[in-house]
């Protein structure tokens, strides 16, 4: 097993950086559980080191042949820094297109990926705003959707 250094920065559309409210994280996922030489690899997320300072992150994956692996992004929407923890709600952002850590280098050159999105809200209410392919996960114990993904309309 071999580990490749995966390094970047995360901003937003603007190239600023995401306020330290909101409390940013990032993960990585493998797209599969992965079977190799005598290893056996599940596919838990890796927390990525991100510095909220800079917006720079480096993150070490396994580079086993055909193992892909998809970002994650989840972060709390403006104002949820002020609820309490057990009703914050966070925004999930996936990158959609996995890529492959190779020998590793910068996020922007491992091939292959994408720049499409899908956002995840979980929330017990839905979503401040609107954008189109947003799924709401109902967190409100007291609905009658609560626990149900549903794909939200303005």
């Known amino acids: 097993m071999a580990l490749a250094p ?5 901003t937003d559309a603007g190239g600023k950086l995401m306020p330290a409210l909101q ?3 990032l ?8 079977v190799f030489g005598a290893a056996v690899m599940t596919d838990d997320e890796v927390l990525c080191n ?3 300072a800079t917006g720079e992150f ?4 396994d580079n086993a042949p055909g193992l892909r692996y998809t970002l994650w992004l989840d972060r709390l ?12 709600s966070r925004n999930w952002v996936l990158w959609k297109e996995p890529f492959a850590p190779g020998a590793g280098g910068d996020i922007g ?6 720049d499409q999105i899908e956002i995840m809200w979980i929330g017990p209410t839905p979503p401040p705003t609107f954008r189109e392919g947003t799924r709401w996960l109902d967190s409100n114990p007291d609905s009658a959707d609560f626990g149900w993904i549903k794909k939200w309309r303005n």
Do not use: C, F
């Not at 480096?58 to 994956?61: E, H």
């Open 109 to 114: 050159d491992l091939p292959p990926t994408d």
């Open 23 to 25: 409390q940013s994280r």
């Open 27 to 34: 993960w990585a996922v493998p797209s599969r559980p992965t």
């Open 6 to 10: 995966i390094r970047g920065k995360l």
């Open 77 to 88: 929407p403006p104002g949820q820094e002020t609820e309490p923890p057990e009703r914050r």
């Open 50 to 52: 991100l510095n909220p």
């Open 58 to 61: 480096t993150v070490q994956l």
